[in-house]
């Protein structure tokens, strides 16, 4: 059951901008605050907004078989009203990074169009968008012209029958094509987000790896979550970090990537070649003699040939450095990716509200967020933790 959040704000100054200065007042229970706080101290700065529900794949962590009953289309964001949550977010609640999501972002058809006009808005903002890559062969270079900073691109394998049976969809080639043109286009650097399912692509992790290394392409494998509308997500069925290492420890050593997490999900890994004759890749054992991550030996395996990241968010949580604030395709704020509380922004972006009004409201969403998961503790699988409604697809992942 979803909660709808927020109740419409005491009128703030016609046509927004900056708050005035003035005696801090409470508000709904809740401090005057700048930007996206939260009860925890964190701050959001990273906006990840959903473009679309609609996907042409069917992940099987994701999506059910048959697809979802999608939004209708006047239910959804114009592109106009898409830049003006963009133009608050950043001129007046702190937002510094946007990555634009779904859903399948590239099946929107005025994507370019909304990137040229955010980046005609904000010349300095990163932004960066997720796609499955499919029809990215024929839009690369239109996105990199109209402005687009960078592109996260899901390939989970490169096996044609894996990837038809974890996607549901026959369509590696295009998916490849896609991520080779994003490339050429300067669209760089690529990071390829990749979720292993046991016994369909878990073996293939060190040959993606491999793969990713050869292309100068930042691979990221992401822990399962419970997040698929099939609801068939179980703690012991996912694999983990640690198990991620183990398998990446038979062809290659990681040693911690001495850069700075800076809040991000993915914990980063300097890769190297496994010294000669240690290299086990397809024997389960373990090459690296440790859990794949040893600084012992890094030494002499070689030079570094890139790096891999690692989202752990059920085995290794980074909720208490979490930067981020969530708009889905049809204009509601879902503090964490776990909440069960959803603050709707359309009916004040379609009644003529200010600005104000609107930064208000998502304000008030943002101090509201959970400390983690969606609840007051860590916990993905936990006996308290209870999967929210919508589907990573509908959140916007
Ligand atoms: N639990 C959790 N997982 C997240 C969160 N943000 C991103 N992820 C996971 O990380 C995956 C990869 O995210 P991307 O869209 O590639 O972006 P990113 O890793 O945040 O961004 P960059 O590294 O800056 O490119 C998402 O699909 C999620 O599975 C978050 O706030 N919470
Ligand atoms: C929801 S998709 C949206 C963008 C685009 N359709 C794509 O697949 O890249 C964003 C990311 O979420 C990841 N994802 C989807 N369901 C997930 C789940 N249950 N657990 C972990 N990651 C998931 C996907 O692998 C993908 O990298
Ligand atoms: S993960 Fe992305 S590509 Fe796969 S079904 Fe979900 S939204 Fe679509
Ligand atoms: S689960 Fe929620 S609090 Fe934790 S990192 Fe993700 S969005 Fe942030």
Redesign the pocket.
């Known amino acids: 059951m979803t909660v709808q959040l927020g109740m419409p704000s005491p009128r703030g100054p016609a046509g927004g901008g900056p708050r005035p200065e003035g005696p801090r007042q409470s508000r709904g229970g809740r401090p005057e605050l700048e930007g996206l706080q939260d009860r925890y101290g964190r701050v959001a700065t990273d906006l990840r907004l959903s473009l679309t529900d609609k996907?042409n794949l069917r992940?099987t962590?994701?999506m059910p078989a048959e697809g979802l009953p999608w939004l209708a289309k006047d239910a959804v964001l114009t592109a106009e009203e898409i830049v003006r949550l963009v133009r608050i977010g950043v001129r007046d609640l702190g937002v510094r990074e946007l990555r634009l999501?779904?859903?399948?972002?590239l099946v929107r058809a005025d994507v370019v169009e909304i990137v040229a006009a955010l980046r005609a808005e904000h010349p300095e903002l990163p932004i960066a968008l997720?796609?499955?890559g499919v029809g990215l062969d024929r839009k690369a270079e239109a996105l990199k012209a109209a402005g687009l900073t960078r592109l996260?691109?899901?390939l989970d394998t490169l096996h044609p029958e894996a990837f038809a049976e974890l996607t549901r969809r026959p369509v590696l080639d295009r998916v490849l094509a896609g991520i080779e043109a994003a490339d050429a286009a300067g669209l760089g650097p690529i990071k390829v987000?990749a979720?292993l399912m046991p016994g369909v692509n878990d073996a293939d992790a060190p040959e993606l790896l491999a793969w990713c290394l050869e292309r100068g392409y930042e691979l990221r494998f992401?822990?399962?979550?419970p997040?698929?509308a099939d609801h068939g997500?179980t703690r012991n069925g996912m694999i983990t970090a640690a198990e991620i290492r183990d398998l990446l420890g038979t062809r290659f050593r990681l040693t911690p990537d001495p850069r700075a997490r800076d809040g991000a999900p993915a914990e980063r890994f300097e890769v190297r070649a496994l010294p000669a004759g240690q290299d086990v890749s397809g024997d389960a054992s373990g090459g690296g003699g440790d859990d794949g991550t040893g600084a012992a030996g890094a030494e002499q395996a070689g030079p570094v040939l890139g790096t891999v990241g690692i989202i752990a968010s059920v085995t290794e949580p980074f909720c208490a450095d979490c930067r981020r604030t969530r708009i889905t395709a049809e204009g509601k704020v879902m503090s964490c990716l776990f909440s069960h509380e959803e603050t709707d922004l359309r009916p004040l972006l379609r009644s003529g509200a200010p600005d104000a009004d609107v930064a208000a409201r998502w304000q008030d969403a943002m101090w509201a967020k959970p400390k983690a998961h969606g609840m007051d503790h860590t916990g993905l699988g936990a006996a308290d933790f209870v999967q929210p409604d919508r589907t990573?697809?509908a959140i916007g992942?």
Do not use: H, K, R
């Open positions: 996907c992940c962590y994701c999501t779904g859903g399948e972002p997720t796609t499955n996260n691109v899901s987000n979720v992401i822990e399962q979550m997040l698929d997500w990573m697809s992942g």
